[in-house]
């Protein structure tokens, strides 16, 4: 497609449960980052993907936090033992050069 | 380190009336700026961005910010505001010296509400 892409849109899990949040990037962007959007909240950087190198996992929160990009295109965020202070929008950018182009974002609630 | 900050939570105008959106920055070295918009239940859109040269940049739906080096400012402003401009803006930055982190540092938002 033409844009970046996320999956699903929406997810409500139980506290406890692990989720994946998918994010497919503009084909041919080597970069990808994953964001988080609280309620109230700016945007908190979690972690940065560039090509082969090794992901920058600075943001991450905790360890229940993973990510990972496969064949350099799709990335998948996983979140484990969700809390539910990990309800928000989680955003996934995608760039060529140094301007990002966001999906529409995942809305996480935890209850 | 490099941070933003986005002083006001929220900007009233009046339709017609011009409009700014503060933010200033701070890195160690020379910065990228940019500013992105997020309507309501959609993700966030690139509006421009400042990378070098001029220091008035134009962009996306009548949008132009100035980047003042001296006060580490890059204000985003519009001659005279649509009810449809209101959203929320996001100033973000980077520092065009760290070769090792690319990441964009985003301001808290800052909302626009556009009165009729």
């Known amino acids: 497609g033409a844009g970046v892409s996320q999956s699903p849109s929406n997810k409500v899990t139980e506290k406890g449960k692990d989720v994946e949040l998918r994010c497919d990037p503009i084909s041919g962007h080597t970069a990808l980052y994953w964001y988080r959007q609280s309620l109230g909240q700016g945007l908190e950087f979690l972690i940065y993907?560039?090509?082969?190198?090794?992901?920058?996992k600075s943001g991450l929160p905790s360890d229940r936090f993973s990510a990972e990009r496969t064949g350099g295109s799709v990335s998948t965020l996983t979140i484990q033992r969700t809390q539910q202070e990990d309800s928000a929008v989680y955003l996934c950018?995608?760039?060529?050069?140094?301007?990002?182009?966001f999906g529409s974002g995942t809305r996480l609630t935890v209850v | 380190a490099q941070s933003v900050a986005q002083p006001e939570d929220q900007v009233n105008v009046a339709e017609g009336n011009p409009l700014t959106v503060k933010c200033t920055y701070s890195?160690?070295?020379?910065?990228?700026l940019f500013w992105y918009v997020q309507y309501p239940n959609r993700g966030l859109q690139f509006l421009l961005k400042y990378i070098t040269g001029d220091n008035l940049v134009k962009g996306s739906y009548g949008f132009e910010a100035e980047f003042n080096k001296s006060q580490t400012s890059f204000h985003l402003k519009k001659p005279s505001a649509l009810v449809s401009d209101s959203a929320l803006y996001f100033c973000?930055?980077?520092?065009?010296?760290?070769?090792?982190?690319?990441?964009?540092?985003f301001g808290g938002g800052t909302r626009l509400m556009v009165k009729p």
């Open positions: 950018a995608s760039s060529l050069d140094r301007a990002g182009t």
């Open positions: 973000a930055v980077r520092d065009m010296n760290n070769n090792a982190g690319n990441m964009l540092t």
């Open positions: 993907f560039q090509g082969n190198s090794a992901p920058d």
């Open positions: 890195v160690s070295g020379n910065p990228y």
